[in-house]
């Protein structure tokens, strides 16, 4: 695994100060990620905790001997990008909790479970949809099975919890 820290949140002045209760945050970009985020900021501002909002990425996969050799850099740029933006939107320039942004390089399900390691919660989207509630897709399943902490499931807007 290799961890990139791509920028230490601090809480602004004035705000809660924190216990150390980490809470960690899947971060994909998409909408049921925003809204894992949110949730986890407003967990940690109640619990007096901080945030790790986790991007990962892989290496592109390529087959055949003809295809040129895959711009590494530009994925981890790109995630990178995606962590920051999100984190951004979601709570802004100065976050009432400390936002540590983590890119790391590897499959998102492992990383997450290894991350979720001496953490207080992993919070994880969902955004699969079936005719009663949410269905849990395959990362929150696996995080669900072998997380190092509790794992909450934060459904996308307009569905009910699991």
């Known amino acids: 695994m290799r961890s990139t820290e791509t920028g230490r949140g601090h809480a602004a002045p004035g705000t809660r100060p924190t216990g150390g209760r980490r809470i960690v945050v899947g971060v994909d970009g998409s909408p049921a990620s925003r809204r894992a985020l949110a949730w986890a900021v407003e967990e940690a501002w109640a619990t007096g905790g901080e945030v790790e909002a986790v991007t990962c990425w892989l290496y592109p996969v390529m087959y055949g001997a003809a295809m040129a050799r895959p711009d590494v850099r ?39 479970t290894g991350r979720s390691r001496g953490a207080a919660l992993l919070v994880l989207g969902t955004r699969r949809r079936r ?7 395959p990362t929150a399943r696996h995080c669900m099975k072998h997380a190092g902490c509790q794992v909450v499931v934060v459904p996308e807007a307009g569905q009910r919890p699991a």
């Open 74 to 112: 530009a994925e981890q740029a790109a995630a990178g990008r995606t962590l920051a933006r999100t984190v951004a939107e979601v709570v802004g320039d100065r976050p009432a909790v400390p936002v540590r942004r983590r890119l790391l390089l590897g499959n998102t399900q492992e990383e997450l």
């Open 131 to 137: 005719v009663f509630g949410p269905r849990i897709g």
